[in-house]
């Protein structure tokens, strides 16, 4: 009996050293260079490998055998750098280092001279990358990401606490390790800090900033390090320094080229950095996106909608080139990024417009003449708001009207109305539905808004033709009052279409949908949310009709659109796929429906958790395909999951619950354990009943389902009451054509035939077909499969023949039904039979 229901770890990099000449740093790695045994050795302390060098000294890779035995970085000053002022550079590097204790910072260990006389200290080794090369080669996230930047913050106000500046801080001085798998930031390289508290007048020496020269890194250097004649720098150069390592890991990009310190002249670059603003970086990763969320491990749409707004303004704020207006202190800095990873309002704003203009003035004292035309625009700025307040006032008016209707309508102004009895929602529906012509005439924007929202009401419980009164009443008032192409006209149009495919009217539908989803593509976008769910309406419409290729071409159109602009996880998103694993089910493609489904289930137990609503679909869907390929105990065994789960999270009465508990019950059947299918589709039966009514098309199908289960348990003058009611309600309350009036009369004829009530059956199968006629797609495939199986009962097999290739020919796909169909039992040594399942199976291998 036919039943249709679906419903690397890095190489270590060693501290560095800066040069005396030009600042900039020469780095090596302990794995470039052959370990060399015979190298020296400086007190307890063994050379191994040279790890950098610069214009001071070199930093070598040693052992330590005595006290403890560990690796070291040792740092050793040049016999050319024995002035005065070198060695006192030494010293306060040494100095700085030893008188810091922060997980964030590399450790001084030790001190001293070698026996030529050189001095040298011993560190912390670090054997770690640089924090951008990490981040990139994890692919962390932009929290992740911003987390480690808090570190960083933190051993930074660390060293300033301690009346040091670092002045050189950037990727390559700021190391990453792991430590029980977390991310450990180290801070190396404080050779050329400066102390920010004299000890005494000779201290004053150790101030390295001097006129006519900078010391620092080019691209990471604040506007006041990087200028000459600015001689008190001060801890707010370092918050600039981590504001261009945030952009850096957030862009994938400086906010200034470094290289035009090379191709323009030093003024100019000066110039820039005094006066021009970075771009946002949300900014930035429009231009940069795809090398910035391949760092991320994401996508652009999804990275930019992340830093966008609280982020912008943090790195902004960072980089401001007044200092004034900078952060103060790393640990402002850092208590900010914490209030973005807590979504709590940040203190970061962007610069007023008092400040803007007396900075564009002193910059372009000669453009102020065209002020005028920057006071047009703000006017014009101005206007638009203005337009937007009325818009929002207007808005809030319409909703505040369409509550007062409601309320009026929930409200029972004469207590003898109730007669005792409770008020249902279906009452207050009809009633507010009878009275919104006469309530709301004059005011159509809100009586079309009221008649949407009852019409989708009404689909709601099934009462299509209620709901197809209202929309065409309200279409028609919005096409004469708002126009064929505007966005309301069009929803609703959308809403019409759904309600005639549940009417079984599929024409009328598609027609509706394609002319909604054409308006909205011009209207709105391809990409728009609103047109996205048209096309997805239209496409369970082509499945109806089986065409069920032109479905799969929409639908894949559409979920490369959600993923490119909404992103592979997005709600959106997840639901075309539940769709388009539905659409690969009805084309019989098992194997690929199957593979897709369980695909769509691991993002959404990832991302959306195992109780979400959407991921029992999918789990519901999955069974359902499961089901088709004839793999019952497994099918039985996901729905069973599936209706733990609902019922824990949902409820027993919830429509994702009854879905489950109906597809255990078909399944069981498919088993052939007819007592417990039956206990399960009379459970579904009065809860479907209990919730939705007795007249909605869910329990019209559960009627069919336990109807069926009957009648193969020979209960057939069960079966036959409960299909002629089903019957007779689909007849009044949808009409002959929709599918569950064909399903009911196709499985009455069938028990029927069990019955051997042979007249009456093929009378009734020779009316189904000819409603069936006048219905489209799917429904008349499962006529002539009904057919076929009531003509087989009757032992009528060349008929029964018939109607299976006519069902094979209008697009019937599921060779494990009718292998596993009771009522075709006594077709399957045919060869005709046989020739039908090669064909089938043909077309799914070639697809």
């Known amino acids: 009996m036919s039943d249709f229901k679906n419903s690397s770890s890095a190489k270590p990099r060693g501290l560095k050293t800066p040069s005396d000449s030009d600042a900039t740093t020469f780095s090596g790695e302990a794995g470039n260079e052959q370990p060399q045994p015979n190298l020296g050795v400086i007190g307890a302390y063994r050379l191994i490998a040279k790890l950098g060098e610069g214009g001071m000294g070199s930093v070598w890779l040693a052992d330590q055998s005595a006290p403890v035995k560990r690796q070291v970085a040792i740092k050793i000053v040049k016999f050319a750098r024995f002035s005065e002022h070198a060695l ?141 004649s600015i001689a008190d720098v001060d801890t707010r150069t370092d918050v600039y320094s981590l504001g261009v390592v945030l952009y850096e890991l957030l862009t994938a990009s400086l906010p200034f080229d470094p290289k035009l310190w090379k191709t323009k002249p030093f003024h100019e670059v000066l110039r820039q950095l005094h006066e021009e603003d970075p771009k946002a970086p949300s900014t930035r990763i429009s231009t940069n996106s795809v090398q910035a969320a391949q760092n991320s491990g994401t996508e652009p749409h999804y990275l930019i909608s992340q830093v966008r707004g609280d982020l912008d303004l943090i790195t902004l704020k960072a980089l401001e080139r007044d200092r004034e207006r900078r952060y103060h202190s790393p640990a402002d800095l850092a208590a900010d990024l914490n209030r973005y990873l807590h979504d709590e309002p940040v203190t970061a704003t962007p610069p007023t417009l008092p400040y803007r203009v007396q900075k564009f003035v002193h910059r372009n004292r000669l453009a102020v003449l065209f002020a005028a035309a920057v006071g047009v625009l703000i006017i014009g700025f101005a206007v638009m708001m203005t337009i937007e307040r009325n818009r929002a006032r207007r808005e809030a008016d319409v909703s505040g009207r369409v509550s007062d209707f409601m309320s009026e309508m929930f409200t029972v102004s004469d207590p003898s109305e109730s007669r005792g009895n409770t008020v249902t929602a279906r009452e207050i529906l009809d009633r507010a539905s009878a009275q919104i012509d006469k309530g709301l005439k004059k005011d159509p924007q809100v009586q079309t808004r009221l008649m949407y929202t009852m019409a989708a009401t009404y689909r709601g419980l099934g009462l299509y033709s209620e709901a197809q009164t209202l929309l065409e009443h309200a279409l028609a008032i919005q096409k004469l009052a708002l126009g064929t192409g505007n966005p309301e006209t069009l929803k609703t149009m959308a809403l019409l279409g759904d309600v005639e495919k549940g009417r079984g009217k599929f024409s009328e539908a598609e027609q509706l949908l394609r002319e909604a989803m054409a308006g909205q593509e011009q209207a709105l976008g391809p990409d728009d949310p609103a047109t996205m769910t048209t096309v997805n309406l239209l496409t369970d419409v082509l499945n109806a009709e089986g065409h069920d290729a032109e479905a799969e071409g929409l639908l894949l159109r559409t979920l490369a659109s959600q993923q490119r602009t909404l992103g592979p996880e997005n709600g959106a998103t997840l639901r075309t796929r539940r769709t388009l694993m539905q ?121 069919n389902n336990l109807a069926i289960t009957l009648a193969k348990e020979g209960k057939l003058s069960d079966s036959e009451k409960l299909l002629r009611e089903a019957l007779e309600i689909a007849m009044r309350t949808l009409g002959p054509n929709a599918n569950e009036t064909l399903l009911s009369w196709g499985n009455l004829a069938t028990t029927l035939a069990y019955a051997k009530r042979i007249d009456e059956s093929l009378a009734m199968f020779e009316k189904l077909m000819e409603n069936s006629s006048n219905a489209e797609g799917g429904a008349r495939i499962d006529a002539n499969y009904a057919f076929a199986g009531g003509l087989t009962i009757l ?53």
Request: aromatic letters at 6%.
């Open 795 to 847: 032992g009528h097999r060349d008929e029964a023949l018939q109607h299976l290739e006519e069902a094979v020919k209008l697009g019937f796909r599921n060779a494990t039904l009718l292998n596993t169909d009771d009522e075709l039992q006594s077709l399957r040594n045919d060869p005709r039979f046989q020739a039908l399942l090669a064909q089938i199976e043909q077309k799914s291998r070639t697809r």
């Open 583 to 703: 659409n690969l089910n009805s084309q019989g493609r098992f194997a690929e429906a199957e593979k897709f489904g369980r695909e769509t289930l691991a993002i959404e137990q990832r991302v959306l958790g195992p109780d979400h609503p959407g991921t029992l679909w999918t789990m519901n869907q999955l069974g359902l395909v499961l089901q088709a390929e004839g793999r019952f105990p497994e099918a039985e065994q996901l729905f069973r999951e599936t209706l733990t789960i609902s019922t824990r999270v949902m409820g027993p009465d919830h429509n994702n619950t009854r879905a489950a508990l109906s597809n255990l019950g078909v399944t069981l059947q498919m088993e052939g354990r007819f007592p417990e299918a039956e206990m399960i589709e009379r459970q579904d039966l009065e809860q479907t009943r209990k919730i939705e009514g007795p007249e909605h098309p869910d329990t019209i199908n559960s009627m």
């Open 88 to 228: 006192r550079r030494f010293d306060l590097e040494r100095q700085s280092l030893a008188i810091m204790n922060h997980p964030a910072i590399a450790k001084v260990f030790d001190a001293g001279s070698t026996s030529e006389g050189q001095p040298y200290f011993v560190m912390e080794y670090v054997g770690g990358q640089p924090i951008t090369n990490y981040c990139n080669q994890k692919r962390l996230g932009t929290r992740e990401r911003v987390e480690l930047m808090i570190k960083v913050c933190e051993g930074v106000q660390h060293a300033h606490q301690k009346a040091i500046l670092h002045r050189d801080l950037k990727p390559s001085n700021i190391l990453v390790t792991e430590i029980d798998g977390k991310p450990v930031p180290r801070i190396i390289d404080f050779g050329i800090a400066k102390a920010t508290q004299a000890l005494d007048a000779d201290d004053e020496a150790t101030s390295f900033t001097q006129t006519g020269g900078t010391l620092g890194t080019p691209g990471y250097m604040s506007p006041e390090q990087a200028d000459p």
